[in-house]
Nanobody, 123 residues
């Protein structure tokens, strides 16, 4: 099992910055990738960014060039630095961890999700 604790959400004016963090605990040795997703009211949960242990990063087009994802494997923590924030970035941001198939009792890739942290960008 993996537990995720998110922090860093809040209210910011357009053009401002916020930094999110997500600390994982438990079966962290089985973590394959970590990332952030977001869900706005009435919308589906969408990818923001992911990062592997490599680290290889992947960003959704709307945040590319503005957001930066990073991870500290020693601390089992993933970060999301958000710059030049826009009102359309307003959403609940969820930390995501993917467990590797074949690791311990994980017979298939398995996702863990944080409870989410609200990010609100005012105009």
């Amino acid at each position: 099992q993996v537990q995720l604790v998110e922090s860093g959400g809040g209210l910011v004016q357009a053009g401002g910055s916020l930094s999110l963090s997500c600390a994982a605990s438990g079966d962290t040795i089985c973590i394959s990738s970590m990332g952030w997703y977001r869900q706005a009211p009435g919308k589906e949960r969408d990818l923001v960014a992911t990062i592997t242990s490599g680290p290889t990063t992947n960003y959704a087009d709307p945040v590319k060039g503005r957001f930066t994802i990073s991870r500290d494997n020693a601390k089992n923590t993933v970060y999301l630095q958000m710059n030049s924030l826009k009102p359309e970035d307003t959403a609940v941001y969820y930390c995501n961890v993917v467990m590797k198939a074949g690791c311990y009792y994980y017979t298939a890739p398995h996702d863990y999700w944080g409870r989410g942290t609200q990010v609100t960008v005012s105009s």
